[in-house]
DNA sequence: GGTACGATTGTCT
DNA sequence: GACAATCGTACCT
């Protein structure tokens, strides 16, 4: 397959990902998420961004260390962190920073800027596509569309032999976008504990003005 | 060994 | 807006 005339962006290294955990989630959105399988590509442009850190954000996996369940935070930034919640749904996460140093961005919404056909082929075996903003609006959502589970758990996203190939975004200047939307910053979305009030961890980032983001919900008191 | 709960989503009212 | 689905993990006894 040929590469697309002005493909999006530059392949970033190892050192990219080992920055602050949020240093690297301001500059995933816009960044391009591809994945190649057999039976297709389905490529994502980010749009929607949580930070998680380590021992000291309450509302990390990682806040009572490193456990059988999260050790794919602690490896080095540039791998994928992916796991089930709920026993039914998958979600993904960048690994950030050092080893040994659990910190990592949960991807939570995406344009599918191609491949929508595949996409939408693997969202409604899972139920119904409404609209095609909705392909990969929300953590579970984005997972089923790139078509990534949790045997990507621990890969290497700069290992090319996996099928998964980030591309960071060209508008990416120094920090600030130029284009495409500015970034915004709030509460992060469903975390209970001591960092649900999201005062002390405003940690959810995303392109204002883009309809894939997800809409805001507050932790839900159930009962069980 | 047992139990409580979760970084969600889809459906029903 | 509210709730059920569903299971692996962590924590407690």
Redesign the pocket.
């Known amino acids: 397959m040929s590469q697309p005339a002005g493909a999006a962006g530059s392949v970033p290294d190892r050192s990219w990902f080992e920055r602050p955990v949020l240093d690297v989630a301001a500059d995933l959105l816009g960044s391009h998420l591809t994945h190649r399988t057999p039976e297709g590509t389905v490529t994502l442009r980010l749009t929607e961004v ?1 930070a ?1 850190g380590g021992a000291d954000d309450p ?13 794919s ?1 602690a490896l080095a930034g540039g791998h994928l ?1 992916a ?7 998958t ?3 960048v690994v950030t920073g050092p080893v040994g140093e ?1 910190s ?3 991807l ?1 919404g995406a344009e599918v800027v191609d491949g929508s056909g595949l996409a939408l082929a693997r ?1 409604t075996e ?4 409404r609209e095609e903003r ?1 392909l990969a ?8 569309a790139l078509g990534a589970g949790v045997d990507h758990d621990g890969t290497d996203l700069l290992d090319a032999a996996e099928g998964l190939e980030l591309r960071v975004s060209p508008d990416r200047g120094s920090g600030a976008w130029t284009s495409g939307g500015e970034v915004r910053r709030g509460p ?6 001591a960092g ?1 009030d999201g005062a002390l961890f405003p940690w959810r980032l995303w392109l204002a003005d883009e309809p894939t983001v ?1 809409a805001y ?1 507050a ?6």
Not at 59 to 71: C, E, I, L, M
């Open positions: 949580e998680y509302g990390s996996h990682a806040a009572r260390g490193v456990t059988v369940r999260n050790r935070m962190y796991y089930r919640h709920l026993g039914l749904h979600c993904l996460n659990p990592a961005v949960l939570r969202r899972r139920g119904v596509v909705d609006r929300g953590p579970a959502r984005l997972a089923v992060r979305v469903g975390v209970s504990g649900g997800s919900r932790v839900s008191s159930r009962r069980r």
